[in-house]
């Protein structure tokens, strides 16, 4: 795990105090769409299928300022589309980082080289670069040659120039653990930060509806890549979320953790799913049928989402929530996970039952909750 200090204390006093008020719902990252232009067609990108005419439109820097406020979250992530396209999103930075929110910005990267000079390295800014995997699969992903060599050179730039730099990949049907092994491999060898992973999620409005991943087969291929996983490997992601793509552990979707703000409002439910949107952010958390949504409520579309957007905000809650997550969190921190046993059980594809850590936990976030970044 490798998440700033100032960032974990920032998260922990959030936490504190939403638990001293009483509040069982409460925020703790701010999804930030300013836009939806891209300069890429993502196949599996639910995000840019919009009329030419919003496509063409902006949040302007005060009305981002005032959802940042209205909010309260201790964190944002601007993701998109493309938020290096924005004309003003160096004033939008700038002003997110002077409230001393902790802001990653996602990007593609085609631009951010030659954007570097307009931010000012600071703790409160990361970027958060895509990388869907390897060469091969990223530029498949983003349905264009060349672009994983683009990012490559934009991570170097970045952290030669003193920048904090994260990267976030997104998994889909074929990706060959082995192949994603040497990957991470490759990335901290760039010196990035922290590595972010979550299997994809079928956007309605997705072009390619044949590679995302189902619950199942989601937890056999992480089993697969994170199973005696190197030191070496740093995730911007707590421990249990990590287990829990394993299928180790049994979170339930927290979709208010990580309220969406974007041209048409607060979005509902979350993130990856827009039914309606609210004029307010209190309007949002007190409005909206929070039952109707997660795999317990049955909804079919959350039966194989197993996205960080939802899920770290349930490792949160399951860590506060008694001393018994406190002392699983920092076992798994301190110790890691299990091994898994050998044996038929062991291979690929089939479950291994872990040891268990607390009952019933899917814990930790604990001060350590990272971004959350766009999921394709």
Same mark, same amino acid.
């Given at each position: ?19 001293? #008020? ?24 639910? +995000?840019?299928?919009?009329?030419? @005419? ?40 700038? =002003?997110?980082?002077? #409230? +001393? ?20 390295? /600071? ?35 970045? #952290? ?8 976030? /990949? ?27 992973? /979550? ?5 309605? %409005?997705?072009?390619?509806? @044949? ?22 490997? %740093? ?10 793509? %394993? ?17 048409? =409002? ?74 898994? +046993? ?9 479950? $291994?039952?872990?040891?268990?850590? =607390? ?8 001060? $350590? ?8």
């Amino acid at each position: 795990m490798s998440v700033p200090v100032g960032q974990m204390m920032a998260v922990l006093r959030h936490v504190a105090v939403q638990r001293l #008020r009483g509040n069982d719902r409460y925020p703790l990252v701010l999804m930030l769409e300013p836009l939806f232009r891209c300069n890429l067609a993502c196949g599996g990108c639910g +995000k840019i299928q919009h009329p030419a @005419e919003v496509l063409r439109s902006n949040l302007t820097p005060e009305q981002c300022f005032q959802a940042v406020d209205e909010c309260g979250a201790p964190m944002v992530s601007i993701p998109g589309g493309e938020p290096l396209l924005h004309p003003q999103i160096e004033q939008i930075v700038a =002003g997110i980082v002077a #409230r +001393k929110r902790y802001l990653y910005l996602c990007t593609n990267a085609i631009k951010l080289e030659e954007m570097l000079p307009h931010f000012t390295p /600071s703790p409160y800014l990361a970027f958060s670069v895509h990388l869907d995997g390897p060469r091969e699969e990223h530029d498949a992903a983003v349905c264009r040659d060349g672009i994983f060599d683009m990012a490559v050179s934009a991570i170097r730039a970045a #952290r030669k120039a003193g920048f904090r730099v994260t990267t976030n /990949s997104t998994l889909f049907t074929d990706a060959n653990p082995e192949r994603y092994r040497r990957f991470f491999d490759e990335v901290m060898a760039l010196g990035v930060e922290g590595m972010m992973i /979550s299997p994809g999620y079928s956007y309605a %409005k997705a072009p390619d509806q @044949e590679h995302f991943l189902r619950r199942e087969r989601s937890q056999s291929l992480f089993r697969r890549i994170l199973d005696n996983a190197p030191a070496r490997w %740093k995730f911007n992601q707590s421990p249990v979320f990590l287990e829990f793509l %394993k299928g180790a552990w049994d979170l339930e979707c927290r979709p208010w953790g990580t309220p969406t703000y974007n041209l048409f =409002g607060w979005q509902r439910p979350c993130y990856l799913l827009d039914e309606s949107y609210a004029t307010t952010f209190r309007e949002l958390m007190e409005e909206t049928n929070w039952d109707a949504y997660g795999r317990a409520s049955g909804n079919p579309k959350c039966q194989d989402c197993m996205v960080h957007c939802g899920y770290e905000p349930a490792a949160v809650e399951a860590t506060f929530r008694s001393l018994g997550g406190l002392l699983a969190t920092a076992r798994l921190m301190l110790l890691g996970p299990p091994k898994p +046993k050998r044996g038929p059980a062991a291979l690929p594809g089939h479950a $291994v039952p872990q040891p268990a850590l =607390g009952s019933t936990l899917g814990a930790n976030g604990l001060p $350590v909750l990272p971004v959350l970044d766009r999921v394709a």
